[in-house]
């Protein structure tokens, strides 16, 4: 028998989390990790350790995999563009990549397929800011174009007073601003590709976020209307067939009630994503085996969810840090929730981990939501664990 093996650049959760399906599919996964001790180190038996912006090492790691995908969107595109150029296949390409990798590229992308974008520019100076303010008004958001995540790369500026705060972010490239969008919430579309062109998504999802992280995650988005369900749907895969994205994609949105056609597109990732991972336990298919299909070019699994609603609560780091200690307590209050752990040292605020609750029949969104929060604290917080002060 011959099985194909595939490589993923980067070491971090998402690729750990396509262990477990890359084994029941059978199929070899290999990392390229940035460090020995990083989460996919310990799940994925081939794992070696190197620099994912070196060439060579890029060039050694993909000789021995059939298909190379990613845990992240950091690799530099121009290495990405000399592996292709040797023949390699990487999925998504670097072509498409590029719209995840830089927002300015995608923001034009977004416009050029006619989808509703929040006001932007490209802009060099705190005068390019000002004049945009002068059109789009007060607060606005200014963005690096390249590797921010979670909040950072992101400066909301309030008013004219405020743009001397950026002035250390001029370094001679172009930076985003974009309107500041008054949403009602923020949604997230998954789509999954493959290369000869079949796409399917999950259900619309609402993306709660605190501190500009993802916190809580609904599936389906409660309350909202089949008419923005079904064009944010067409949306994202509307953009995965017209960039030639392959694997999972993930569009976040802001939906806008009343205005326009009631959402805006925020933000593209083109891998397996945060807003995705209620799929390991609330849909017939989970996004990180729909990954590994998707690069391979097979068959997709079905994105029907297995119950009325399923909720994700990351857990992050808190005062508790002995996690499996908690588990016994955690695990109890709430039998049915599953609980995915990262193999992360506990840092404040860190994601380490997150927790998957599903409707039982008849059951409420609140009592789930209330479930997996419980769970999800417990783990951080080691309220329940037995206690080790015997004095």
């Not at 999954?192 to 399917?200: F, H, N, Q, T, V």
């Not at 500009?212 to 953009?239: F, K, N």
């Not at 009343?258 to 083109?270: H, I, S």
Request: with cysteine; glycine share 12%.
């Amino acid at each position: 028998m011959t099985f194909p093996v595939v490589g993923v650049i980067g070491g971090g959760q998402l690729a750990r989390m396509m262990a477990g399906p890359a084994v029941e599919l059978g199929i070899e996964l290999r990392v390229l990790a940035e460090g020995p001790d990083v989460s996919a180190v310990a799940a994925v038996a081939h794992s070696s350790i190197g620099d994912y912006r070196d060439l060579q090492t890029l060039r050694d790691f993909a000789a021995g995999v059939d298909v190379v995908t990613f845990d992240h969107e950091h690799v530099p595109g121009e290495l990405l563009e000399q592996l292709a150029a040797d023949g390699v296949s990487i999925q998504p390409s670097p072509s498409a990549l590029l719209h995840a990798q830089d927002k300015l590229v995608m923001r034009r992308a977004v416009e050029d397929l006619g989808l509703p974008n929040p006001r932007w520019r490209a802009v060099r100076d705190a005068a390019g800011i000002e004049a945009f303010a002068v059109e789009a008004g007060w607060p606005v958001v200014l963005k690096t174009p390249r590797g921010g995540y979670d909040g950072k790369g992101v400066l909301v500026l309030q008013d004219a007073a405020g743009v001397a705060e950026a002035a250390a972010w001029f370094t001679g490239g172009d930076l985003l601003v974009e309107q500041f969008v008054p949403f009602s919430r923020e949604l997230s579309v998954l789509v999954a590709r493959r290369p000869s062109g079949e796409s399917l998504a999950w259900p619309v999802v609402e993306s709660i976020q605190v501190d500009s992280v993802c916190d809580e995650v609904i599936a389906p988005a409660p309350g909202l209307p089949a008419a923005i369900a079904d064009a944010v749907t067409a949306a994202g895969l509307r953009i995965a067939e017209r960039l030639g994205v392959t694997g999972v994609m993930a569009v976040e949105l802001f939906e806008t009630p009343g205005t326009g056609v009631g959402y805006l597109v925020n933000e593209l990732a083109m891998r397996p994503h945060n807003s995705g991972h209620w799929t390991m336990d609330g849909s017939l298919t989970g996004q990180f085996e729909q990954h590994l299909r998707a690069v391979l070019d097979l068959p997709l699994g079905a994105t029907d969810p297995v119950r009325q609603y399923a909720v994700m609560k990351n857990i992050l780091g808190g005062p508790n840090t002995d996690i499996y200690a908690a588990y016994p307590p955690g695990m109890s209050s709430g039998p049915s929730a599953k609980v995915h752990f990262y193999g992360k040292d506990v840092r404040p605020g860190r994601k380490i981990g997150h927790v998957n609750a599903l409707a039982a029949q008849g059951e409420p969104l609140e009592a789930v939501r209330a479930r997996a929060a419980g769970v999800a604290g417990t783990l951080r917080d080691g309220t329940g664990m037995p206690s080790t002060d015997h004095a």
